[in-house]
């Protein structure tokens, strides 16, 4: 599952701005041949994969500490952690895109080359588009956006903590039984 999402994540970057609206006002080297619901779907897509690969590797490491540090057997792996873990990825990986799709915040801007979570401006100035300063917003799109953004900065921190205590644990357990 963890190369499921890897492969997504890492398919959808390689296709960098093809999947870009070609009406998008962001000038980009490469071709933007794409339009509103193909950004939205890269967007989604490069989401889903990195939330499910942060949710696997943090799931990996503490198998590893069910394995280690209280020397579980495969059977309980199995039975118990596994169908947890596999519910609790897939529902996450599905439910933060969503979220964002739905707060209409997949879009291209002109620092990435792919479409990400970011809200996109009414207009910009046709000389200086890649300063946001010249640009024309919705009411409160900036404040909304830094606002649900700290989803994605939660879920992230909340894997990598995840991630560094299981091995810590790992680590702590090492070093007893030495």
């Known amino acids: 599952l963890m190369s499921f999402f890897d492969i997504i994540l890492s398919l959808l970057f390689a296709l960098g701005t093809i999947m870009m609206p070609s009406d998008t006002f962001y000038k980009f080297a490469g071709p933007t041949l794409g339009n509103r619901a193909t950004c939205q779907a890269q967007g989604w897509l490069i989401i889903f994969g990195f939330t499910g690969s942060t949710a696997m590797y943090a799931a990996l490491s503490w198998y590893f500490v069910l394995k280690i540090t209280f020397h579980a057997k495969a059977s309980m792996i199995s039975r118990i952690f596994e169908p947890i873990v596999y519910l609790y990825t897939i529902a996450l990986a599905i439910a933060v895109p969503s979220f964002y799709l739905s707060k209409d915040l997949l879009n291209p801007n002109p620092y990435d080359i792919f479409c990400t ?6 207009s910009c100035d046709e000389e200086k588009w890649y300063d946001w300063n010249y640009c024309e917003w919705e009411e409160n ?6 606002t649900y953004v700290n989803v994605a900065v939660f879920i992230l921190l909340f894997h990598f ?7 810590s644990v790992i680590l702590w357990t090492v070093f007893q039984n030495n």
């Open 161 to 167: 903590v995840s991630i560094v205590l299981g091995m």
């Open 117 to 122: 979570i970011v809200p996109y401006p009414k």
């Open 141 to 146: 799109a900036i404040s909304d956006f830094n």
